[in-house]
């Protein structure tokens, strides 16, 4: 599918994914320290433009200075909002409070908005931006794995309800993502992995090399190792923008990056939303998905053995057991909460199943026992 990655990458390397939607298509560039000179990437989308940065506290005090350096560089106007920090500011009510905080501010239809920091930030500025004067052009600047190689690519946001996560929302393209590795070294270990869950993800759904490679390369890249770094993101955010370009609007194959999440959603619900890391839940939803694959015979049960081990050795959970091990999972539980799920169509649990490493597809007519089966498995301990 792809040129064959590279291992090494200068320092100054800088890489480019396309994400091809005709008129809405954008670049998604990924670098090493590619803040503080970003005014070369930014300049086609904000230059004479009035800017608005939404961010959060924590971000803004660790990594908007460096933002700075390249704004003030574009001499262009430009302010900066911060929305609380957590899955909390996803909310009508913190929604609302930064739409009047763009009014007050006197922004117009010719304004960009540029959403730095995770998948919250991501989410809320992505959301306001398409709602504001009916829409104003977003630049995504994403600080976390999660958000670079996931959240801020395709074009979704949303926010939560009483009803549940991710219920209101839209599609709104980003006209460029701006994806600077070098801010990930001050990321938590946790949420480190839980986005390199993601980029596991990515690896089974693309195949042999990519997958292999990352068996290879992730000690070296979960150490920060700007080379290896900067090419697992490269190849997350390529994957995604594949599936994206062939689906935009999420009507059929842009299913496909939901492998492992339709066992992580209901582990999540289970657990209580925020209790877990996605990724990790991620993590043991692949697992999950791979055993339910070969229990299908669908594929190999080598490729859940050799899936399980990597999860280990990059130490991720790699079963549902593993995740807050104190804690006991109740297996019809977690059934209960599959047919509950948004992606489930018409009544009918849809999984996105192996045939093999780089062979997903979607199985709308998996028997429930076989699932049960599977889910008493992964949630057995020891
Ligand atoms: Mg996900």
């Known amino acids: 599918m792809s040129e064959r990655p590279t291992v090494r990458v200068d320092v100054a390397e800088r890489r480019t994914v396309r994400v091809d939607l005709a008129e809405r298509g954008y670049d998604i560039v990924i670098g090493e320290r590619l803040l503080e000179t970003a005014e070369d990437v930014l300049a086609p989308v904000v230059a004479g433009r009035r800017t608005v940065v939404v961010t959060d506290a924590v971000v803004r005090d660790s990594h908007l200075p460096r933002l700075a350096q390249a704004l003030e560089r574009l001499d262009i106007r430009w302010d900066t909002v911060t929305i609380p920090v957590g899955e909390g500011a996803k909310s009508f009510r913190d929604l609302e409070a930064l739409l009047e905080r763009l009014l007050d501010l006197g922004i117009d239809r010719s304004t960009v908005l540029v959403a730095f920091g995770g998948g919250v930030v ?95 390369h992730a000690p070296a890249l979960l150490a920060f190792d700007s080379g290896p770094l900067i090419e697992a993101v490269r190849m997350g955010c390529e994957t995604k923008a594949r599936i994206v370009t062939a689906d935009e609007r999420d009507r059929g194959d842009r299913a496909l990056v939901n492998l492992g999440h339709t066992f992580a959603h209901a582990v999540e619900t289970e657990a209580g939303h925020g209790a877990l890391p996605h990724g990790e839940a991620v993590a043991a939803g692949l697992a999950a998905a791979a055993a339910l694959s070969a229990r299908l015979g669908h594929c190999e049960p080598s490729i859940v053995h050799r899936l399980r081990s990597h999860l280990r050795n990059a130490g991720l959970p790699d079963r549902i057991a593993a995740l807050a091990s104190n804690r ?21 649990v849809h999984f996105v199943l192996l045939r093999g490493i780089g062979a997903p597809f979607v199985d709308g007519s998996v028997p429930p026992n076989a699932v049960l089966e599977v889910l008493d498995n992964e949630c057995r301990r020891g």
Request: charged share 20%; with cysteine; aromatic share 6%.
């Open 122 to 216: 991501g989410d809320v500025a992505g959301f306001a931006a398409a709602l504001f004067m009916r829409g104003i052009d977003l630049v995504q600047i994403p600080t976390t794995l999660m958000s670079q190689v996931d959240s801020a690519v395709g074009g979704k946001n949303a926010i939560n309800t009483r009803h549940g996560k991710n219920l209101v929302g839209t599609f709104h393209q980003p006209r460029i993502v701006l994806n600077d590795v070098s801010v990930l070294e001050s990321l938590p270990r946790r949420e480190l992995l839980s986005g390199y869950g993601e980029i596991v993800k990515c690896g089974l759904i693309r195949g042999e090399r990519e997958f292999g490679w990352l068996e290879e």
């Open 328 to 348: 006991h999972w109740n297996s019809g539980a977690i059934l209960g909460h599959m047919s509950h799920d948004k992606k489930t169509v018409a009544g009918r």
